[in-house]
T-cell receptor, first 114, second 113 residues
């Protein structure tokens, strides 16, 4: 059974620092990994998706890496801003078919202090 | 572009009352649809998914049911709510047969008293 862990559960940094968020999974047989952002009381916003054959994906200040063999992914957010404050969730999918559900980590709650 | 709607946004219901939450998707056809629950102190739990009209798969036994009466409409229901049904309910969609990214709706906050 796949288990996804995100440590730390909470993180506080001053504005301008780079953020490093970790995600680990127990079963390396994944199809893809997706990073989401969730603001309080809101739905999930997809940030980046990495296919199992890829090593990293980038979008603006965001960069996500994937090391499938070691069961780890890292989300880097450069030059953090107060607007980056949110909970960040990672999720892995085992296969392409609809029945292959996303397994989520518990999330990392980020606070960027101005 | 595609959008996903959920309503109501918030709901407070007494124990034993019925429930109906609705999710609709615009801008895509024949999507895979999902219902998740996010309870306090717990992660996101997949409740149901659907690959087409009238096709529902349940992930966990529970007090809830789901239906898909139209291609882009997904409904979560209960005949009698329990206290443990409280939580944040999220609907999501993914393109059928090719899309990999899963997109989530704004959610419904359900409080059962």
């Amino acid at each position: 059974k796949q288990e996804v862990t995100q440590i730390p559960a909470a993180l506080s940094v001053p504005e301008g620092e780079n953020l490093v968020l970790n995600c680990s999974f127990t079963d390396s047989a994944i199809y893809n990994l997706q990073w989401f952002r969730q603001d309080p009381g809101k739905g999930l916003t997809s940030l980046l998706l990495i296919q199992s054959s890829q090593r990293e994906q980038t979008s603006g200040r965001l960069n996500a890496s994937l090391d499938k063999s070691s069961g780890r992914s890292t989300l880097y957010i450069a030059a953090s801003q107060p607007g980056d404050s949110a909970t960040y969730l990672c999720a892995v999918r085992r296969g392409k078919a609809a029945g292959n559900k996303l397994t989520f980590g518990g999330g990392t709650r980020v606070l960027v202090k101005p | 572009s595609q959008t996903i709607h959920q309503w109501p946004a918030t709901l407070v219901q007494p124990v034993g009352s019925p429930l109906s939450l609705e999710c609709t998707v615009e801008g895509t056809s024949n999507p895979n649809l999902y219902w998740y629950r996010q309870a306090a102190g717990r992660g996101l739990q997949l409740l149901f998914y659907s690959v087409g009209i009238g096709q529902i798969s349940s992930e966990v036994p529970q007090n809830l049911s789901a239906s898909r009466p139209q291609d882009r409409q997904f409904i979560l229901s209960s005949k009698k709510l329990l206290l443990s049904d409280s939580g944040f309910y999220l609907c999501a969609w993914r393109a059928n047969g090719g899309g990999d990214t899963q997109y989530f709706g704004p959610g419904t906050r359900l409080t059962v008293l």
